[in-house]
């Protein structure tokens, strides 16, 4: 591992898509980034801010309308498709929200495959160090199996084993969890996070989700194409904590529902218990907001 050196680099870059000659979204606009090498570095944002866009553009699946990208010191923004497929299948590792296995083939020969592609690999050499790779995220029990065969999470997992296979320099994840069960979810969690402890592989990952966002040694938060900065974030938080006196206005309203019931049930004679065991829950739910 080569620690502190930037794995990916992006130099002012933005990105607009015309959706008709006059008609476009400014997607990124003049990001300036560097992830180092041994980092878990999670993309978030709110829906259309621009992650997908963005490891995207890292990973050059697309690229950006003006501005650099450096991946491993190469300067690959203007590399041509045939370049950049071979560069991808060296040095980079996918995982998506959708596995994107080749159905046809088995857990064992999905893993195989990028090994194969290299030219790298015998294929005695491919299949051994697919076995290894199965045997590592817990699935080599089916590596015979086709990804029809094998739950979400288990072809998470080829998934993983598969980014893993040439060594890449970074691993790209997009909603890695996103269309798994919980269980899965905290296997895959703890997969990540032993892979970056153990081997300091590095991952970029952009998610929604705050668990997945918690193994991360550094969060990139985009807003209408830009990185946020602390103090930007700072200012989210404050807007959202505004959100809190609408809870209170919520909670005192039933509040004062509560008295109108409890008049009710006095006047019938009638238990009030429930109208008291509410208001011990609110009481305690005041205390934490
Ligand atoms: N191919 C495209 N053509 C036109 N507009 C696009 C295209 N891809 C993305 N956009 C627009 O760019 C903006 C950023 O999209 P992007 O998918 O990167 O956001 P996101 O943060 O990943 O969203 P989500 O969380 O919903 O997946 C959005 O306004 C989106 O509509």
Redesign the pocket.
């Known amino acids: 591992m080569k620690s502190n050196e930037e794995v990916v680099k992006l130099i002012n870059v933005s990105k607009r898509?015309y959706?008709s000659s006059s008609v476009y979204?400014d997607?990124l606009i003049n990001i300036n980034l560097a992830i180092r090498y041994g980092e878990i570095a999670i993309v978030m944002?709110?829906?259309?801010?621009?992650?997908?866009?963005?490891v995207n553009i890292m990973s050059t699946l697309d690229k950006p309308t003006s501005g650099r990208v450096v991946i491993d010191g190469v300067d690959v923004t203007d590399a041509d498709e045939n370049y950049l497929s071979k560069f991808r299948l060296e040095k980079l590792g996918f995982v998506f929200q959708q596995y994107n296995l080749v159905s046809q083939l088995t857990a064992l020969e999905n893993v195989m495959l990028p090994m194969l592609l290299t030219g790298r690999y015998t294929k005695d050499e491919a299949r051994e160090k697919a076995r290894l790779l199965l045997d590592l995220v817990s699935v080599g029990e089916f590596m015979n199996n086709k990804p029809s065969q094998l739950s979400g999470g288990q072809q998470q997992r080829v998934a993983i084993a598969r980014a893993l296979a040439n060594d890449p320099s970074f691993i790209i994840m997009d909603e890695p969890t996103g269309s798994i069960d919980l269980a899965s979810s905290y296997l895959i969690l703890d997969l990540i996070r032993l892979l970056n402890r153990a081997v300091g592989v590095t991952f970029v990952i952009?998610t929604?989700n705050m668990e997945v966002a918690s193994i991360g040694n550094r969060i990139i938060y985009?807003r209408g194409?830009r990185i946020m900065q602390e103090s930007d974030l700072e200012r989210i938080k404050e807007e959202f904590s505004k959100l809190r006196i609408d809870q209170l206005a919520v909670i005192k309203s039933y509040l004062r529902v509560l008295e109108i019931d409890e008049r009710r049930l006095r006047r019938l004679g009638q238990d009030i218990s429930d109208i008291e065991r509410k208001r011990s829950l609110i009481d305690s739910l005041m205390k934490t907001i």
């Open positions: 898509y959706l979204v997607a944002g709110p829906s259309g801010s621009g992650k997908t866009t963005l952009a929604h985009l194409g």
